[in-house]
């Protein structure tokens, strides 16, 4: 038997206690130390929670203390590591009330997560700067929106979680202005021919752009009144910091191998470069099948796979990960875009030499009357071997089951060529004989 200890207990941490304690029962001995008071609270659904499209928070959960201690683990919250003796294997732990713990392992697995960017401006520290990570964080904001004096909101960072936030503020009755220093939106997922079609989503939304502009500072009394750019100033009564997130890897961080941003390096088995000490979630790397290489890409979907991935490596089953390739969605108004695999822009910087195929056409024929919307979409691929490299496509038709198959096909080293004779079947109900698909890899140069 094993004594095997998670630290962390969010969505990797989750997921690796659930498959170790489902898989190999009582073959180990699973402790768990977190340092929050709750356990797999769904950051996705922060913004619908915000923006009142749901009731409250109780669905944005779906395990507890109680359910895995109920399957066999010990789980410690309110626990904090400091730190960790790699050579006696030992982990150092403090508890809410101050008691000091020592915890011996045979495996160690680090499910650290990671935090917000805290950018590093005068006036982050005023009342009503808010970031957006917790639970916690989320009540935080609810309860402030209660006050209608908090009238204009700025939201900095345009990412996929800014641009949700923005979108759940201006629901709530708030004025809303968008901060980011990038000319764009969502620029690290999409090109510049789906990033226009959100930017005029926003606006005609009421939701004002600030792009290409640095914020230099937050002023107020003690508490927000303004924001001010390298170009603007914005009256606002609240702030949302959403400008990035990096891997928490305080512990341990001088003696495990770090990859550029930080995180732990793992290979495909989850192993850290310390023998019997796994990583699996936000604070470590992925291996990522678009770039064939090593990277990060924190995605809560990533998080629940290698958690899987490392629980069974820790508990003896040799099982490697597939690898990702950062698949994703989003859903702003009634405008949906999902992407996967890497942008033009991004093959480029990462050394590739990138071509495409964009294509836009409606998703049915015309003789279907009823709702039929149009679809963007474009498939990036090497010029050379003319793999695919990516995928993206937009449309107001829930079109987010195709994007799967953009996923598995990166995955297995597709060719454009071969995307272009796919058996894809069509119904009138459904699509259209020439559909989008095909098309746009028919038209591939
Ligand atoms: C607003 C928001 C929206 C998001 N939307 C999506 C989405 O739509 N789709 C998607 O795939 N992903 C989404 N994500 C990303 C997703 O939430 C993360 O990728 C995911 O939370 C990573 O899970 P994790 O368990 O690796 O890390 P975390 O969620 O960061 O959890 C880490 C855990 O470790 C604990 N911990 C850390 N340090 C210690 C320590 N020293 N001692 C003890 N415990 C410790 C923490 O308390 C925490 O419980 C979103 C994130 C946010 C914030």
Known sequence: ?????????????????????????????????????????????MALWIGRQIDGYDGLFYASKE?????????????EVSHIDFDKKIAYAKTADGKEIQQDYDKLILATGSVPVVPPIPGKDLENVEFVKLFQNAQTVIDKLENPAIKRVAVVGAGYIGVELAEAFKRCGREVVMIDIAPTCLSAYYDKEFTEMMEENLKSNGIELAFDQKVTSIEGNGKVERIVTDKASFDVDMVCLAVGFKPNTQIGKEKLELFKNGSYVVNKNQETSIKDVYAIGDCATVYDNALQDKNYIALATNAV???????????????????????NGICIYDLKMVSTGMTVEKAKKFGFDPEFTLFEDYQRMSFMKNHNEKVKIKIVYDKKTR???????????????????????????????????????????????????????????
């Open 67 to 79: 359910g895995l201690e109920k399957k066999g683990a010990k789980i410690m919250m309110e626990t």
């Open 305 to 327: 796979r290698s958690g899987i991935v490392g629980a069974h490596n820790a508990c003896g089953t040799n099982l490697p990960s597939i690898g990702v390739q950062g698949s």
């Open 387 to 445: 793999r695919i490299l990516g995928c993206q496509i937009a449309s107001k038709e829930d079109i987010s089951m195709a994007i799967h198959m953009f996923s598995l096909a990166i995955q297995e080293g597709v060719t454009i060529d071969k995307l272009a004779l796919l058996d894809i079947f069509f119904l009138p109900h459904f699509n259209q004989p020439y559909n989008y698909i095909t098309m746009a890899a028919i038209s591939a140069k």
């Open 1 to 45: 038997m094993s004594k095997i200890l998670v630290v962390g207990a969010n969505h990797a941490g989750t997921a690796c206690i659930n498959t170790m304690l489902d898989t190999y029962g009582s073959q180990n001995e699973v402790i768990v130390f977190d340092r929050n008071s709750n356990i797999s609270f769904l950051g996705c659904g």
